[in-house]
């Protein structure tokens, strides 16, 4: 009879972990990518800053003045508000991947009607009707495959991510033909924008920072305990035993994304008639891919979220002002070094999800010798049963 090999490495499940041991894990993961960064950019750079010259570049990038301050948490509300739209729908497990193309379709919405009717109505009604419209184009560009994958099953994430281009070259098309001799970017506009809520950079950023915070302690507030949300996180974990508690699952896949596209034409609406004030169409900023990384980060929870969004800006702010304090003229290292975070980031969440056990370690533990193999020429035989060593001694 042979004896099974115990494999040398051994994965298993873990069933908890407090929450203070999850987060001083995270915190270590991101400290020891972040002194690997000094590392490698002191060794690489230009004008040397000394070990400690990278996190003071780095802090200063993210709070060095009062303007970087409220850049920073008007960046960290905008994309905190991409990702709570995206988790709407990844909560269902439908793969929202055009959170892109919903950002630009709002901004698209919110400048046609900026170009028309701005001056020529009562502002506050331009608003209003900037509002909707940005709403509706979000909404429409995300319910659009939604409706393909209810009613015939499509490949959600192929479907959303082609309408991001689409989206891109439509805003590209009008920019065109309102502006032939342009350089494919609409001037500011000054008629019918949505005033500032104060003086400077605070009085531009509060309006997202504001809106955004209440955004997500809603959608917070509608996926934990209504009765959509459940419904949302049912067809998340099975769509049979939603069928079989009678939830019309198309019914909540369509309402779901048209939720979702809806909120990131908000953002679209913000971007346009608040913080930027005209459109381009780079206006989204990648922040759809980069929403999906809060979400994921987040472990989908709009609170913990927060946190994340947080953080991906200050290290994208401070890495700007790293690279120009060390003598970088390209960006490349600096997205190497916030890759390298990412990196660490997720990657520890292996080991706060997993325990890792090894062979060797693992007998001592529970004090059992490992077993020598029998010398050449040398058999080991099983012990008799007392009818077969009667028989045997006859």
Known sequence: MKNTKEPFIHITRREGMPLWK????????????????DIVISAAAPRSQGFFGFFGALFSGAFGTERRIWLLFQDTFLLLGVAVALVVAFKMKFWNLGGNGQILMGCLACAICLKYLGGKLPDPLVWLIMLVASLAAGALWAVIPAIFKAFFNTNESLFTLMMNYI?????????????????????????????????????????PILLFAVVTAAIYLYLRFSKHGYEVALIGDSKNT????????????????????????LVGFVLTGSVNRMIHDTMDNN????????AWMGNLDPLIMAGVSFFINFL????????????????????????????FFIGCEFFIRYRVHFAGRQNKQRGEETPT????????RAPLSKDAGEKEAN
């Open 373 to 380: 193999p029998p010398e050449d020429g040398e058999r080991k």
């Open 287 to 294: 922040m759809g891919f980069t929403g999906i990384m809060v």
């Open 167 to 207: 989206a891109m070259n439509l805003v590209a098309f009008f920019i065109s033909y309102w502006y032939p001799n342009g350089t494919a970017t609409m001037p500011p506009l000054t008629e019918g924008v949505l005033p500032p809520l104060g003086e400077g950079q605070m009085g531009k950023s509060l309006l």
């Open 316 to 343: 994208t702010r401070g890495m700007a002002q790293v690279c120009t304090k060390f003598g970088f003229t390209s960006e490349a290292l600096s997205d190497t070094v916030v890759g390298l975070v990412y990196f």
């Open 22 to 37: 999850g987060l001083l894990i995270r915190a270590a993961a991101v400290l020891i990518a972040l002194i690997l960064s």
């Open 242 to 265: 939603a069928r079989y508690a009678g939830i019309n699952v198309k019914k909540v896949i369509i309402r779901t994304l048209i939720l979702s596209g809806a909120l990131c034409g």
